[in-house]
């Protein structure tokens, strides 16, 4: 059975500082990975994923993931968070079998707060 | 921009209702998902439809089920409300990989 795992309930970071946010995974294969972002009252919104290819994805608002299959982990980051990027942060995995409408095994979120 | 609506933000209901929360996408999807969201819990998936009249079982069925006569719509029927299924509902969308949110729907059963 698939797996994600985000260690930490939340994350408090200064505005202009750096950021990361953790997620590891279990899949069998190679792995389908994905970031989405909640923000308050609004539902899921897609970051980016990582299918093949470069370990370092970029996506929107200026966020990036490195996708590391030794320690099966799939980070978020960005080199300067904003305010505006507190939300809730979901990690998602997917094995590559079974067609587009396999199923998407989500983490329990991480709560991104970004001060002053 | 894929929209993905649903008919409620907000409903409440009494135990033993039936209940349909309803999920409309207008981007001519293939696949629709219907998850629901508890704190520490994530997000975990209720139903999906990868075709018309198809459905298939996700993580957690049981008290639930769905219906999809049309492409653009797939509903979320709670055969008869239990206080344990208050949540929030989300439905979503995907032709890809990548899945595209409705807003939610957050259901109190009292």
């Known amino acids: 059975a698939q797996s994600v795992a985000q260690p930490e309930d939340q994350v408090n970071v200064a505005e202009g500082n750096p950021l990361t946010v953790k997620c590891t995974y279990s899949?069998?294969?190679?792995?389908?990975l994905f970031w989405y972002v909640q923000y308050p009252n609004r539902g899921l919104q897609f970051l980016l994923k990582?299918?093949?290819?470069?370990?370092l994805v970029k996506g929107s608002y200026g966020f990036e993931a490195e996708f590391n299959k030794s320690q099966t982990s799939f980070h978020l980051k960005k080199p300067s968070a904003l305010v505006s990027d507190s939300a809730l942060y979901f990690c998602?995995?997917?094995?590559?079998?079974?067609?587009?409408?396999?199923?998407?095994?989500f983490g329990t979120g991480t709560r991104l707060q970004v001060t002053l | 921009d894929v929209k993905v609506t649903q008919s409620s933000r907000y409903l409440v209901k009494r135990t033993g209702e039936k209940v349909f929360l309803e999920c409309v996408q207008d981007?001519?999807?293939?696949?629709m998902f219907w998850y629901r969201q508890d704190p520490g819990l994530g997000l975990r998936l209720i139903y999906f439809?990868?075709?018309?009249?198809?459905?298939e079982k996700g993580d957690i069925p049981e008290g639930y089920s769905v219906s999809r006569e049309k492409k653009e719509r797939f509903s979320l029927i709670l055969e008869s409300a239990s206080t344990n299924q208050t949540s929030m509902y989300l439905c979503?969308?995907?032709?890809?990989?990548?899945?595209?949110f409705g807003p939610g729907t957050r259901l109190t059963v009292l």
């Open positions: 979503a969308s995907s032709l890809g990989l990548t899945l595209f």
């Open positions: 899949v069998s294969g190679n792995p389908y």
């Open positions: 990582y299918i093949t290819g470069d370990n």
């Open positions: 998602a995995v997917r094995a590559p079998v079974g067609g587009t409408a396999s199923k998407l095994t």
């Open positions: 981007m001519d999807h293939e696949n």
């Open positions: 439809s990868y075709d018309v009249k198809m459905k």
